[in-house]
Nanobody, 116 residues
Framework: QVQLVESGGGLVQPGGSLRLSCAASGITFRYYAMRWYRQAPGKERELVAAIGSVAGDTIYADSAKGRFTISRDNAKNTVYLQMNSLKPQDTAVYYC?????????WGQGTQVTVSS
């Protein structure tokens, strides 16, 4: 059974940083592309960043470029999202997503609130 558990969210002031983690179990992690999505109140879920399974290639939403970094540790079955220079508009629930050959699994989400 696939399980994705996010952690690292919380309340941070504008300009601050957070590092989200997503620990995976029940899958051969290194074969999965991993993604971070977010969903703000009243808005649709949007892709924030993604990292490939083999070459570890990355893509970012325009809103995340230059501020967020996605990385993975295949030995720990964990994907990270380092978020710097956070803005109030980054406030959302952040979800981890694992994808391989049509299989699509989600974590329960972690709340990130950016406010002074």
């Amino acid at each position: 059974q696939v399980q994705l558990v996010e952690s690292g969210g919380g309340l941070v002031q504008p300009g601050g940083s957070l590092r989200l983690s997503c620990a995976a179990s029940g899958i051969t992690f290194r074969y999965y592309a991993m993604r971070w999505y977010r969903q703000a109140p009243g808005k649709e879920r949007e892709l924030v960043a993604a990292i490939g399974s083999v070459a570890g290639d990355t893509i970012y939403a325009d809103s995340a470029k230059g501020r967020f970094t996605i990385s993975r540790d295949n030995a720990k079955n964990t994907v990270y999202l380092q978020m710097n220079s956070l803005k109030p508009q980054d406030t959302a629930v952040y979800y981890c997503n694992a994808v391989k050959s049509g299989q699509n699994s989600w974590g329960q989400g972690t709340q990130v609130t950016v406010s002074s």
